[in-house]
C-alpha cells in the first residue's frame, strides 16, 4: 500500500473479511510497532531472529470483548502496556512464546496483559495466538456472578497454569474460531459471556477441586437451574444469571449437573434446547424452515446447529424433517 508520496505505509492492508460481519477486520502490518497507531496499546516488539517483518491480525470486537487472531511471523522481543483498566488474556495456538516476563513456558497456560505491570515475552518464530481483551470491571463482574476467583496474577502479566485440565483451552480456541476464522459467524452478548466464562474457569483450573457445597444444597440447585432454563428455553438464559437467580456458584452448579446427567450445565442447557428445536422441525415437516425454528430456539449459527445437531441426534435438521413424530406398528 504507497502514502501519497510514494512510500510505502507500515500498515500493509486494512479489509473487511466478507462475507461476514462488518466489524470483522484483518490487519496487516509491516512494521508490528505500527499497531500503536491503530489501537490503545503501547507496543514495542523488537525483531531478533531473521527474516522478513510481517504480522497479520484478525480483530472482532463485540460489546464485551474483543478478540484478535494474531500471527508473527519474525522471532521477536515484545514489551508493552495494556490500555488502563484492560485485562487481556492470550491463548496458545501453536507453541508462540519461549518465555513470559523471563518465565520458561514449559506448561499449558494462559498469558495475561494486565494493568498493573508490563507485559514482556520472546515469541517464536510464524506463531499463532488469539487475544481476548475485555474491561477489568466486566471480567470481574462476572466472576462474581459465577462465583469463581480472578487471579490477582492476572493483573500483572503472569503466566497461568492451566495443567490439570488443558482440553479447556482447546476448546475455547475451538469456540473463538468460529468468530475469526472465515465465514465467520454474528457473534451475541450470550457468546461474548460463554467466551469469558470458559477463560475463567481456565483461570480457575488449579482450583477445579475446592468446591465444598453438600448434596443438600447441590440437589435443590439443580431443580431450580432446571426451572430457570425450561422457563427461558428459547432464549439460552446465560449460566451466570442462573447461578444469580438460584443462589449457587458455577463450581457447584456444575458439579450437582455432572454427578446428576455427567453433563456440565450450559451442556445441559444447549440439548435442552436442540431437542426443542428437533421436536417443532419434525412437528411441521416439509413445509419446515429449518433457520426459522432454530432462531426460535437460540441458535443462530447454522453451521454450528448443523454440527452440533447431527453429533447429538445422529442426522442433520434437513433429515428430520423428512421423519413422522409418530411410528406405528403395521
Same mark, same amino acid.
Given at each position: 500500500?504507497?502514502?501519497a ?8 492492508d ?19 510497532n ?13 525483531? /531478533? ?12 470486537? @463485540? &460489546? ?18 495494556v ?17 513470559w ?18 507485559? =514482556?515475552?520472546?515469541n517464536?518464530?510464524n506463531? %499463532? ?12 463482574e ?11 496474577? /492476572? ?26 476464522a472465515p465465514?465467520?459467524v454474528h457473534?451475541t @452478548? ?17 482450583? !477445579? ?8 444444597? %447441590? ?10 432454563? =425450561?422457563?427461558?428455553?428459547d ?11 438460584? @443462589? ?9 449437573? $455432572?454427578e ?10 444447549? %440439548? ?8 417443532? /422441525? ?17 441458535f ?5 446447529f ?8 445422529? =442426522? $442433520?435438521?434437513?433429515?428430520? &424433517?423428512?421423519?413422522?413424530?409418530f411410528?406405528?406398528? !403395521?
Open positions: 500500500m504507497k502514502n508520496d510514494g512510500k510505502t505505509d507500515v500498515i500493509d486494512v479489509s473487511l473479511l466478507g462475507p461476514g460481519p462488518s466489524d470483522l477486520v484483518k490487519l496487516r502490518l509491516n512494521d508490528p505500527a499497531y500503536n497507531k491503530v489501537s490503545e496499546w503501547e507496543f514495542d516488539f523488537r525483531q /531478533i531472529g531473521a527474516g522478513p517483518p510481517d504480522v497479520c491480525m484478525i480483530l472482532r470486537k @463485540g &460489546r464485551s470483548v474483543e478478540i484478535n487472531h494474531a500471527i508473527y511471523s519474525p522471532e521477536c522481543h515484545q514489551v508493552g502496556m490500555p488502563p483498566e484492560t485485562i487481556n488474556l492470550i491463548v496458545m495456538i501453536t507453541p508462540t512464546m519461549k518465555t516476563r523471563g518465565i520458561e513456558l514449559d506448561k499449558p497456560c494462559l498469558l495475561s496483559c494486565g494493568p498493573e505491570q508490563e507485559f =514482556e515475552g520472546v517464536t518464530p506463531s %499463532r495466538e488469539i487475544n481476548f481483551s475485555v474491561s477489568k470491571h466486566r471480567l470481574f462476572l466472576a462474581d456472578c459465577l462465583g469463581l476467583d480472578v487471579p490477582r496474577d /492476572i493483573l500483572r502479566s503472569a503466566p497461568v497454569w492451566v495443567t490439570h485440565n488443558p482440553s479447556r483451552l482447546n476448546a475455547i480456541i475451538q469456540r473463538a474460531s468460529y468468530f475469526v465465514p465467520a457473534m @452478548g450470550v457468546d461474548e459471556e460463554d467466551l469469558l466464562r470458559d477463560l475463567l474457569i481456565a483461570l480457575n483450573d488449579a482450583r !477445579e477441586q475446592d468446591d465444598r457445597s453438600s448434596l443438600r444444597i %447441590r440437589s435443590p440447585a439443580v431443580e431450580k437451574a432446571l426451572a430457570c432454563m =425450561e422457563d427461558c428455553a432464549e439460552a438464559m446465560p449460566i451466570s444469571k442462573i447461578c444469580s437467580e438460584i @443462589g449457587v456458584s458455577w463450581r457447584s452448579l456444575d458439579r450437582a449437573f $455432572l446428576r446427567f455427567g453433563i456440565g450445565p450450559k451442556a445441559y442447557q444447549t %440439548r435442552l434446547r436442540m431437542s426443542r428445536a428437533r421436536s417443532e /422441525i419434525m412437528g411441521k415437516g416439509a413445509d419446515c424452515l429449518v433457520s426459522d425454528v432454530a432462531n426460535k430456539w437460540g443462530w449459527h447454522m453451521g454450528k448443523a454440527q452440533d445437531y447431527k453429533t447429538l441426534f445422529g =442426522e $442433520l435438521p434437513s433429515e428430520t &424433517r423428512g421423519r413422522r413424530p411410528l406405528f406398528a !403395521e
